[in-house]
């Protein structure tokens, strides 16, 4: 895997924080991270519900860590960006491969960030619409 394309900002926040460990555990990757897009990919496998589909679940938790990623971008460094409300719209599923997710920021404020993600399947057909919206706060001392 090529190394991400990451702003300055992004740079920063992934040497020191990095994606966290539920983000690794489900496999994500990120290849692009700035405050205004941010890309990632998931594997199906292993990100499944019984039925062998990927996991509404996993489609949330791929679009907030990517909206949660691109809005601490955008607070960095003097605030920090916490999640105040995330909703999901799933329109088809994936049974295989890898999902694709593209943020694309809505809103950049003083206060508020609202992202949306666009969930794919590889062959380019939407999964899941994502919307986050997360709180810019000061960091605490």
Request: proline share 4%.
């Amino acid at each position: 895997m090529s190394s991400p394309k990451l702003s300055p900002a992004a740079a920063e926040l992934m040497q020191s924080r990095g994606l966290g460990p539920l983000a690794e555990k489900m496999g994500i990757e990120l290849l692009e991270l700035s405050a205004e897009r941010a890309v990632a990919t998931m594997p199906v496998e292993g990100n499944t519900q019984p039925l062998g589909v990927l996991h509404g679940g996993a489609h949330v938790v791929l679009g907030e860590s990517l909206g949660s990623f691109a809005a601490n971008v955008w607070a960095h460094p003097d605030k920090v960006a916490v999640g105040i409300e995330v909703n999901a719209s799933h329109s088809r599923s994936a049974t295989s491969g890898k999902v694709t997710a593209v943020c694309s920021a809505i809103n950049l404020g003083k206060s508020l960030a609202v992202h949306e993600i666009v969930i794919s399947d590889e062959a380019g057909r939407r999964l899941s619409t994502v919307r986050i919206t997360n709180y810019l706060k000061e960091k605490a001392n």
